[in-house]
């Protein structure tokens, strides 16, 4: 007799759900994504607060105490009115490239950047996620910074405008360029050299401790072109009502907002194309 056949058994199929689908923005999935990136830094408020605090305060007291500048007039106004607004500035761009560029550096070397790749989040969300949270670092980090340093110094207010504006610009420029240097860079070496050769230089020589007349003509016209230089030169009009430039064209203003439209653009793209997201 031949062997009886195995039982043959019939799994029933999974009754079927319903597949979400996100239509428009991911408005759930941008808004997780920005509170990681807040939560991050918030964590560690004395390195992405109080420490640019006291970078800016040394600053302060060896330009305006040590090298004995005080009563130097720049632009009008006594040399301490003039340093406070671009210090201010100048932590506000730094710490908004920090923001985004250590974070996707620190996912590709402990290797997760697969966090950013699996949630259905689209390179729009991506791009708008990060320039948000960079944003959001660089304001406070100004806010802070101004809060430490103007009890020295008697600092008024010219333009509300000016200052948000440029400020708010600066903070999504050097957000959009961290993401745009965090995902062409796979180490923190290349980070560290794109930050001291590039980001802190160009902050340092668009004007922060000096105006453009001192400058050899060549020089001059050359830092005119400086996005850099707009912005400090434009946030510093916010508060002493004077600038070595033209912050308050349209021109300008319109320039500056091209600046920011494109930046996105590319890194939207970079997003798109998966550049450096690769675990």
């Known amino acids: 007799m031949s062997p009886r056949p195995p039982p043959r058994f019939i799994v029933p199929p999974l ?133 430490g340093v103007m009890p020295f110094v008697d600092m008024t207010y010219q333009s509300f405008f000016y200052i948000l504006f440029y400020g708010a610009s600066a903070a999504v420029m050097l957000a959009l360029l961290g993401v745009i240097c965090g995902l062409v860079a796979s180490k923190f070496d290349h980070l560290a050299a794109l930050t001291n050769f590039v980001i802190v230089p160009l902050t340092f020589l668009s004007g922060a401790f000096f105006v453009t007349a001192q400058l050899p003509p060549l020089v001059e016209t050359i830092l005119s072109y400086s996005p850099f230089f707009w912005h400090i030169d434009g946030f510093r009009y916010g508060f002493i009502g004077a600038s070595d430039h033209t912050p308050t064209t349209l021109s300008t203003l319109c320039l500056v907002a091209l600046i920011d439209g494109l930046l996105f653009l590319t890194t939207w793209r970079l997003f798109h194309h998966g550049v450096g997201l690769k675990p």
């Not at 800016?56 to 040590?66: K, S």
């Not at 720049?74 to 710490?95: D, E, K, R, T, Y």
């Open 15 to 147: 009754p079927e759900k319903d597949t979400r689908v996100i239509h428009g923005i991911n408005g759930r999935g941008l808004w997780s994504l920005y509170l990681r990136e807040i939560r991050r830094f918030l964590s560690i408020p004395g390195q992405s607060l109080a420490a640019p605090l006291a970078s800016t305060l040394l600053f302060f007291i060896v330009f305006n105490t040590a090298l004995g500048r005080g009563d130097t007039l720049l632009l009008g106004v006594n040399f301490s009115q003039f340093l406070v607004p671009s210090l201010i500035m100048m932590a506000i761009m730094q710490n908004a490239f920090a923001n985004a560029s250590f974070s996707l550096v620190i996912a590709k070397v402990q290797g997760n950047i697969v966090d950013i790749i699996m949630p259905p989040l689209s390179p729009f969300e991506l791009t708008l996620g990060y320039s948000l949270g960079g944003l959001t670092r660089g304001i406070a980090v100004g806010l802070v910074t101004a809060l």
